[in-house]
């Protein structure tokens, strides 16, 4: 998955659980929280592999049931304990539904349960010795290309209706995110 479709998974499942628990609006820490834990184990596991050659793919520990997903409860126990209850459920929501997504992702042959079982699981090396921005390089245009295929203009309207839909959500959720990039940009000018 892309960082951006990990951002969509993570936002959905937080949202509707907000609103199922608490049913305010998302704060800019909430949101931040949610937007760095949809995209923290391939911050980790991605240069692990691509830049230092420590896991022989992008499935390393930061992708582990059995390491990472203890570590981020660990951390979420730690907030939750100090009154940031909806810090910790954000960060477990965000990272879970990283994992989740990666094993879904649709695909052809199915879900792909290894993928989050490092090390018990492990890929063979990339074919090729590309470093992190060269092979991030090959797969965007390998994604440009599909979306950019005749043949799949229904994956592409799906695909547009689905960033509506959770930019609508986003915006019923209060626009987390905005009120923290304008005082960004206001005390930066």
Known sequence: MWPWEHLL???IWYSILN????????????????ALSTQ????????LSWTL??????????????????AVLVVAGLAWTRDKARVGVALVVGYSSHLVGDV????????????VLWPLVTYEPYPSDL???ERFAVYLVTFVAQMTAPENTVLVLGYVT?????????????????????????TSH
Request: charged share 15%; net charge positive; with cysteine.
């Open 162 to 186: 689905l960033c509506g839909a959770v930019a609508v959500l986003w915006i019923l959720d209060g626009t987390p995110g905005i009120r923290w990039a304008r005082r960004i940009v206001t």
């Open 104 to 115: 879904l992702a649709l695909r052809a042959n199915g879900p792909i349960v290894g993928r």
């Open 9 to 11: 998974f993570g936002y």
């Open 19 to 34: 609103r199922a628990l608490w049913r305010t609006p998302i704060t800019d820490g909430i949101g931040l929280t949610i």
């Open 53 to 70: 050659g420590l896991v022989t793919s992008g499935y390393g520990p930061a992708h582990s049931l059995l390491l990472g997903l203890p």
């Open 131 to 133: 470093g992190f921005l």
């Open 40 to 47: 923290a184990p391939d911050l980790v596991d991605k240069p």
